[in-house]
């Protein structure tokens, strides 16, 4: 059997080329980054949850209306998506103040936000990601005024996807961060939520405990992100027939 032609590799996924022309296919790794990647491990059944989650999302998106480039889950570990040319952005959204913003603003983790948030960052690990203004943007040339109208209307009707789905299961939608792609149909561009929307990019905390759910329970050491990870997956019902985070078997005397 031919090999298949890799075309990118980041820090928690790949991308191979796809069956037809316009197709990738994305198959989630199991390597857990933070900080840039300064922070590392293997986190053993990540993958196969994050494309489980990814295809929820985006197939309820795709329900209500949102482009995205979710075409169809091909197995445990990998789906087949649209190409598209992805925009050098971070679009990050907020609803409640954590993480980067309540460190910049001096805000205590859980603030409401006076209305969500929508704000970018220019996608550069070498830079670390810097947040941006849209005079950047449009000056630099990454997005131009009409897309950036385009991408706040997109990432606020995600936000309010997420939000509801999220609350029906007793979980709040902190933050999150979705990545946009362009493809061309003809003459006209169109821009879709690209990437992946899993809790490696969303912040998650139950509704009641607070408990986090997300992977900030990696970043701040607070115990198992599988079993994070699982937990939502569990109460959107979205669980692997195979679960691949099992406690190992004990041997019966
Ligand atoms: N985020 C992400 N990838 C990044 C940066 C942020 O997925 O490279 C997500 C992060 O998980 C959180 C939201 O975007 O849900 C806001 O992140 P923040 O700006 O607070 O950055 P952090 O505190 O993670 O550095």
């Known amino acids: 059997m031919a090999r298949r032609k890799k075309l990118y590799e980041g820090k928690a996924k790949t991308l191979y080329e796809g069956p037809e022309p316009g197709t990738l296919v994305q198959y989630f790794k199991d390597d857990a980054t933070a900080f840039n990647a300064e922070k590392k491990d293997v986190i053993e059944g990540k993958g196969v949850l ?5 295809e929820y999302f985006m197939t309820g998106l795709t329900q209500i209306g949102v482009p995205n480039h979710f075409i169809k889950r091909l197995n445990m570990r990998e789906q087949l998506i649209r190409a ?5 952005l971070e679009v990050i959204v907020r609803n409640f103040a954590a993480g980067s913003i ?18 970018f960052s220019y996608k550069d690990d070498s ?20 897309d950036l109208d385009d991408i706040v209307a997109l990432a606020l009707r995600v936000n309010d996807y997420m939000s509801g789905v999220m609350y029906g299961v007793g979980i709040k939608l902190i933050d999150f961060k979705i990545e946009i792609g362009r493809v061309y149909e003809g003459d006209f561009q ?6 992946e929307i899993s809790p490696d990019s969303c912040r998650l905390w139950d509704m009641e405990s607070g408990q986090k759910l997300d992977k900030d ?29 099992a406690p190992k078997p004990t041997l019966i005397n």
């Open 50 to 54: 994050n494309n489980r989650l990814s």
């Open 84 to 88: 598209c040319e992805i925009v050098p």
């Open 102 to 119: 309540s460190k910049r603003l001096g805000l205590e983790e859980g603030t409401p936000m006076p209305r969500p948030i929508v704000e």
């Open 127 to 146: 830079l670390g990601d810097p947040l941006v203004p849209e005079e950047y943007i449009i000056a630099f040339g990454w997005a131009t005024q009409q």
């Open 190 to 195: 169109r821009l879709i939520v690209a990437d």
């Open 217 to 245: 329970v990696f970043r701040r050491d607070l115990g198992s992100l599988a079993d994070a990870y699982t937990e939502v997956a569990r109460r959107l019902g979205v669980l692997p027939t195979n679960v691949t985070h």
